[in-house]
């Protein structure tokens, strides 16, 4: 069985930086692309970045771009986000989901994490 | 960047209905379009993929269709465990963007 872990979450402020975690379990970590997608709060979901399965391609929103960094460890098992130079505006529960094959490119993301909580604020 | 718009934003039904939402892509993205379930506090849950292919696990009366830029969820008869909020997206390229949702209510 598939199961991701986030964590990382929490607290920071405007211009801050935070590290976001995703553990992987139940599957062959290096063959799937992984990617995150997050929600603000009472809104809709928002596709954030995406990783191969080897970490050679990312992709992102360009709400994002040049400030959060997406990377994997595959002898980890382990997804990262990267979120450097924080916004109000990226407060928001993060998610990592695993995509159907080695790209998220024409593919669905299942299953997702439970998510972590990322609050920028002063 | 292609933009997704779901149809209706809310629907009142209840068990028992069949009702269908609708999403409709900014551009033609062939069959790439997923429906995901989320319920308040948890984590969104596939299930349709490439318009029409039902995930494992997930109930029959739950069904894809449309190519190109329309595309409908239906399902078939309400169940109390249902009520929830349908997202769309397409996968056909980067940056994959999700409908703004369509909140499913108890009539």
């Known amino acids: 069985e598939v199961q991701l872990l986030e964590s990382g979450g929490g607290l920071v402020q405007p211009g801050g930086s935070l590290r976001l975690s995703c553990a992987a379990s139940?599957?062959?970590?290096?063959?799937?692309?992984m990617s995150w997608v997050r929600q603000a709060p009472g809104k809709g979901l928002e596709w954030v970045s995406a990783?191969?399965?080897?970490?050679?391609?990312?992709a992102y929103a360009d709400s994002v771009k040049g400030r959060l960094t997406i990377s994997r460890d595959n002898s980890k098992n382990t997804l990262y986000l990267q979120m450097n130079s924080l916004r109000a505006e990226d407060t928001a529960v993060y998610y990592c989901?695993?995509?159907?094959?080695?790209?998220?490119?024409?593919?669905?993301?299942?299953?997702w994490g439970q998510g972590t909580l990322v609050t920028v604020s002063s | 960047d292609i933009q997704m718009t779901q149809s209706p934003s809310s629907l009142s039904a209840s068990v028992g209905d069949r009702v269908t939402i609708t999403c409709r892509a900014g551009q033609s993205i062939s069959s790439y379009l997923n429906w995901y379930q989320q319920k308040p506090g948890k984590a969104p849950k596939l299930l349709i993929y490439a318009a029409s292919s039902l995930q494992s696990g997930v109930p029959s009366r739950f069904s894809g269709g449309g190519s190109g830029t329309d595309f409908t969820l239906t399902v078939s008869s309400l169940q109390p465990e249902d009520f929830a909020t349908y997202y769309c997206q397409q996968s056909y390229s980067a940056p994959y963007t999700f409908g703004q949702g369509t909140n499913l209510e108890i009539k």
């Open positions: 139940g599957f062959t970590f290096s063959s799937y692309a």
């Open positions: 989901a695993h995509c159907s094959a080695g790209t998220c490119y024409r593919g669905c993301f299942d299953p």
């Open positions: 990783i191969s399965g080897g970490g050679g391609t990312t």
